[in-house]
């Protein structure tokens, strides 16, 4: 089955400590994005990758980090910058980055700082 | 002003209900909306897609654009206890508008009771 796979499902942190989630897709979809979702506030872009080695970023990229080395996978790292780290963080990918397509999402990661 | 607004409920309706969800906008250069529905510790998922204006039925679901009021809906007839989760509107832009994104609203969470 084709999808969206990320990882962990469920993360703990320490403060100061930076964290890698990973997201791979087997759509063969160009285009890949990482969204963060707090209570109330919806979807929130983080950083967005239309091709393979190019990146941009989002509405709240400070703290984060990310690569896109392979077309499949498109790893996000929350660093010790980030001040508000404890947050649903969900990875998605659309077949272009026209953003006229559907994006299809993973079943998200949920990370807790403590 | 944010892009996208949307009353993020709670909203509450008993089963059979007819459900009426909206979005406001503020840029008409958004041409592209949908609706995803989002279950509890789950990722997004496409329910609705609409270009332009107009209507689009599928099943119980219907999604309205008003590009002259900047205003969408999203009516839910016959409504069941499976449609409870969280709703939301997203649109976009043609590719080379400097609205090269999908935004989203910060959704509405419905609960239907038996």
């Known amino acids: 089955d084709g999808g969206i796979t990320q990882s962990p499902k469920y993360l703990f942190r320490k403060e100061g400590q930076n964290v890698t989630l990973s997201c791979e897709q087997n759509?063969?979809?160009?285009?890949m994005y990482w969204y963060r979702q707090d209570p109330g506030q919806g979807l929130r872009l983080i950083y967005y990758?239309?091709?393979?080695?190019?990146?941009q970023k989002g509405d709240i990229a400070e703290g984060y980090s990310v690569s896109r080395e392979k077309k499949e996978s498109f790893p996000l790292t929350v660093t010790s910058a980030q001040k508000n780290p404890t947050a649903f963080y969900l990875c998605?990918?659309?077949?272009?980055?026209?953003?006229?397509?559907?994006?299809?999402f993973g079943e998200g990661s949920r990370l807790t700082v403590l | 002003q944010k892009e996208v607004e949307q009353d993020p409920g709670p909203l509450s309706v008993p089963e059979g209900a007819i459900v009426s969800l909206n979005c406001t906008y503020s840029?008409?250069?958004?041409?592209?909306f949908m609706w995803y529905r989002q279950y509890s510790r789950k990722g997004p998922e496409l329910l609705m897609y609409?270009?332009?204006?107009g209507n689009k039925e599928d099943g119980r679901f219907t999604a309205q654009v008003d590009k002259s009021s900047k205003y969408i809906s999203l009516f839910i007839r016959d409504s069941q206890p499976s449609d409870s989760a969280t709703y939301l509107c997203?649109?976009?832009?043609?590719?080379?508008?400097?609205?090269?994104?999908?935004?989203f609203g910060r959704g509405t969470q419905l609960t239907v009771w038996p």
């Open positions: 998605a990918s659309s077949k272009d980055g026209t953003n006229t397509g559907e994006l299809f």
């Open positions: 759509l063969n979809h160009d285009a």
């Open positions: 990758s239309q091709i393979v080695n190019d990146f």
């Open positions: 840029n008409s250069a958004f041409q592209y």
């Open positions: 609409t270009y332009s204006s």
């Open positions: 997203a649109m976009s832009a043609p590719r080379g508008s400097t609205l090269g994104r999908l935004y």
